[in-house]
């Protein structure tokens, strides 16, 4: 059973930064490509980051590259996501997401397991 746990969230101005963390409660969590999704009041889920096994390799949302920056530590089970430069439009409840092996994605439907989200929110 893969569980997978958000924290870090909360309520930060326009232009702050806040920083999520994922913790996997796996065997071996350098088997899981990870990836980071967020979805905004009243819309659809939408890719954010994705980050390979060994953490070598990312791909971003175009909408975030320049202000997000995606991490691991396999040594602690961890997956991370730094962002600055926050803006109102961030406002999202933020979730991520982990599969065993595969290239990086921004498909949903290529991650097979999920966490309960945390929520941020950036005030104007």
């Known amino acids: 059973q893969v569980q997978l746990v958000e924290s870090g969230g909360g309520l930060v101005q326009a232009g702050g930064s806040l920083s999520l963390s994922c913790a996997a409660s796996?065997?071996?969590?350098?088997?899981?490509?990870m990836g980071w999704f967020r979805q905004p009041p009243g819309q659809e889920r939408e890719f954010v980051a994705s980050?390979?096994?060994?953490?070598?390799?990312?791909y971003y949302s175009d909408s975030v590259k320049d202000r997000l920056i995606v991490s691991r530590d396999n040594a602690k089970n961890t997956a991370y996501l730094q962002m600055k430069r926050l803006e109102p439009e961030d406002t999202a409840v933020y979730y991520c997401?982990?599969?065993?092996?595969?290239?990086?994605?921004?498909?949903?439907?290529?991650?097979?397991?999920w966490g309960q989200g945390t929520q941020v929110t950036v005030s104007s």
């Open positions: 980050i390979s096994r060994t953490g070598v390799s990312t």
């Open positions: 997401a982990a599969t065993i092996g595969g290239g990086l994605s921004g498909l949903i439907s290529t991650y097979d397991y």
């Open positions: 796996v065997r071996t969590f350098s088997d899981y490509r």
